[in-house]
Nanobody
Framework: QVQLVESGGELVQAGGSLRLSCAAS????????MGWFRQANGKEREFVAA????????YYADSVKGRLTISRDNAKNTVYLQMNSLKYEDTAVYYC???????????????????WGQGTQVTVSS
């Protein structure tokens, strides 16, 4: 079974950039759709981005389109979230998740993801 470990979260000024990484242990990483979600203090966890097994299809929440980019390197068992033009409202704990279903395209629904990492804190100062 895949285990996920996020890294890269830190304190950054508004307008800055970060790259989050999510390293997967175990085999068959390329068989999983992957997603990034986030949870701000006092708020529900929300969808950020998702990527298909091959990396050919990506989805984004409207709030991050044009600023955040999801990608993956199946040879390194890693999925990334490049975060540019960060805003104060991007402050949250960011989680990566794996979907091992047989659906053709990745889903935006967090209830459909089977494996979750422990999260990494991103704090954007205004």
């Amino acid at each position: 079974q895949v285990q996920l470990v996020e890294s890269g979260g830190e304190l950054v000024q508004a307008g800055g950039s970060l790259r989050l990484s999510c390293a997967a242990s175990g085999r068959a990483f390329s068989k999983y759709h992957m997603g990034w979600f986030r949870q701000a203090n006092g708020k529900e966890r929300e969808f950020v981005a998702a990527i298909s097994r091959s990396g050919s299809t990506t989805y984004y929440a409207d709030s991050v389109k044009g600023r955040l980019t999801i990608s993956r390197d199946n040879a390194k068992n890693t999925v990334y979230l490049q975060m540019n033009s960060l805003k104060y409202e991007d402050t949250a704990v960011y989680y990566c998740a794996a979907d091992w279903s047989t659906r053709i395209l990745p889903t935006l629904r967090q209830s459909e993801y089977d494996i979750w990492g422990q999260g990494t804190q991103v704090t954007v100062s205004s």
